[in-house]
């Protein structure tokens, strides 16, 4: 023992260390987090839902139009209880409202077949309405149907009607 101990006086012991790691400023070491995990294949366009299907659909036809150097200018758009409008995209500068029909068999028909003179003059009054709330600068104004056939391979074959109605 010193002389300061046995006095009663301040004792200095060497200061101990987690894990044999110094102190640091922030605290204590932070806890390991494990590697992220690799993302999930996609899964095979013929298992997923109808839904799913309908969605994948319509992000096919998106990235197509934006390969054709359109500008997607808004997604699956609610207006109320109306609609929706799939996609609305420039082209050029005609404002174009693109519905997206996707089907995985020939069963009900060809996926253009359900955009029936109902279903236009809905999407009309659907146009009608957007056009009112929030009008993107065009100067032009267009219906397109975009067909996406899913085929059971894993092909897909786009087809684009343009000007509908």
Known sequence: MNSATAAGGPRTEAPSHAAGRPPTAQG???????PP???RPPRP?????TAE???????????RLEAEGWLVVERNLRLGRRGELDIIALDGDTLVFVEVKTRR??????PQA??????????RRLVGTYLMERST???????????VHVHLDGTVL?????AVG
């Open 37 to 39: 995990l690799p993302p």
């Open 137 to 147: 600068p065009h100067r032009d104004v267009r219906i397109d149907v975009i067909a």
């Open 53 to 63: 299907l309908g969605r994948r659909g319509e992000d096919i036809a998106a990235e």
């Open 158 to 162: 786009v087809e684009h009607l343009r």
């Open 105 to 110: 068999s020939f069963v009900t028909g060809v």
């Open 114 to 123: 359900a955009v029936t003179p109902d279903k236009l003059a809905r999407l």
């Open 45 to 49: 366009l013929r298992s997923l839902s």
């Open 28 to 34: 204590p070491a932070p806890a390991l987090v494990p």
